[in-house]
Nanobody, 117 residues
Framework: QVRLVESGGGLVQPGGSLRLSCAASGTIFSPNPMGWYRQAPEKQREFVALITSGGITNYTDSVKGRFTISRDNAKHTVYLQMNEMKPEDTATYYC???????????WGSGTLVTVSS
């Protein structure tokens, strides 16, 4: 089993920055793309960003140029640096890990991000 624990959420003013972290533990097989998703109140969960074990990244259009995903493979940790934040970024952010050899996806419990003045 794999456990994901997010941290770094909180309240930030529009235009501000936050950095989310997600640490994975347990039995982890490679390759294992890791990503971030978010869910705003009364909306469906949506994709934000993804990074492969080799460092290839992908972003949803609304965060391109503002958010940066990165990972530390030795620590099994993924980060999401969020800059120039907007009220519409307000959501609970969830970390994911895809265990490709076993065809499994694991989720964290989420961390709340609120962008408000």
């Amino acid at each position: 089993q794999v456990r994901l624990v997010e941290s770094g959420g909180g309240l930030v003013q529009p235009g501000g920055s936050l950095r989310l972290s997600c640490a994975a533990s347990g039995t982890i097989f490679s390759p294992n793309p890791m990503g971030w998703y978010r869910q705003a109140p009364e909306k469906q969960r949506e994709f934000v960003a993804l990074i492969t074990s080799g460092g290839i990244t992908n972003y949803t259009d609304s965060v391109k140029g503002r958010f940066t995903i990165s990972r530390d493979n030795a620590k099994h940790t993924v980060y999401l640096q969020m800059n120039e934040m907007k009220p519409e970024d307000t959501a609970t952010y969830y970390c994911s890990l895809d265990d490709m050899p076993r065809g499994l996806r694991f989720w964290g419990s989420g961390t709340l991000v609120t962008v408000s003045s």
